[in-house]
C-alpha cells in the first residue's frame, strides 16, 4: 500500500526522534520513496547521516546550501509528497503550526504542503495534556491534519503517562490504513 509513495517525514527536536530511523527504514522497505526534512534542533537527537543513509536521500534542515547557494524550495517539496509525516511532533512544532509561525524548513513545507499531513506527537505527560497543546492540536484538527495518538508509557523524563510517540510499526499501519481509505473514496 506504500509502493510509490511520496512520503515528506518531518523530525523535530524530541528524544522520540531515534525511532525515525526505524519508521524511515519501515517505509522504505514497503516502497516508499522518502525525504526527511528535520529541524535544526532534531539534528542534536539523531544524525543527518543516519537518515539520508536509511532513506536513501539527502537529509534537509536548511533553506539553501551554504556552500553553492542551491535552495531547497518548501513549495516544490509541498507539491511532491503524497503524505508528510511529522513523527515525532513536539508541542513547539504543533504550536507553530497551529500560528502559522514558519522559521524552518519543516514549517515553511507544512504551510506549502498539497497533500495530507499526519502527526505522531512526542512529549511528557503534562506537556501533552496542557490545555495550549490540546488547544493547538484541535486547531490542526481544524485545518484537515491527523493525528496518531501517542501511547501511554514510561517518558524520557522517568514519568509514566500518555505522550510516548508511536511505535513505528503501528505508525506505518496507520499510514497503510489512511491509503486503503484514499483508495476507496
Do not use: Q
Amino acid at each position: 500500500m506504500l509502493k510509490d509513495k511520496k512520503i515528506i517525514l518531518g523530525v523535530t527536536a524530541s528524544i522520540a526522534a531515534y525511532k525515525a530511523a526505524t519508521l524511515v527504514r519501515l517505509l522504505v522497505k514497503e516502497g516508499a520513496e522518502v525525504k526527511v526534512i528535520m529541524t535544526p534542533y532534531a539534528k542534536e537527537f539523531i544524525s543527518p547521516v543516519t537518515m539520508a543513509t536509511l532513506s536513501k536521500n539527502t537529509v534537509l534542515s536548511d533553506f539553501f546550501k551554504h556552500d553553492d547557494g542551491e535552495w531547497n524550495s518548501h513549495v516544490d517539496l509541498g507539491i511532491w509528497a503524497d503524505v508528510l509525516l511529522v513523527a515525532p511532533t513536539t508541542a513547539n512544532t504543533m504550536a507553530k503550526m497551529a500560528h502559522g509561525i514558519c522559521d524552518n524548513l519543516l514549517l515553511t513545507t507544512y504551510l506549502s504542503a498539497k497533500c495530507p499531513v499526519v502527526h505522531a506527537p512526542a512529549m511528557d505527560l503534562d506537556m501533552f495534556k496542557h490545555p495550549a497543546t490540546l488547544r493547538n492540536m484541535d486547531i490542526l484538527r481544524s485545518y484537515g491534519d491527523r493525528f496518531i495518538e501517542p501511547s501511554s508509557g514510561e517518558l524520557a523524563s522517568g514519568l509514566y503517562g500518555k505522550g510516548r510517540m508511536e511505535d513505528p510499526e503501528k505508525i506505518v499501519e496507520k499510514l497503510k490504513e489512511f491509503f486503503a481509505s484514499k483508495k476507496k473514496d
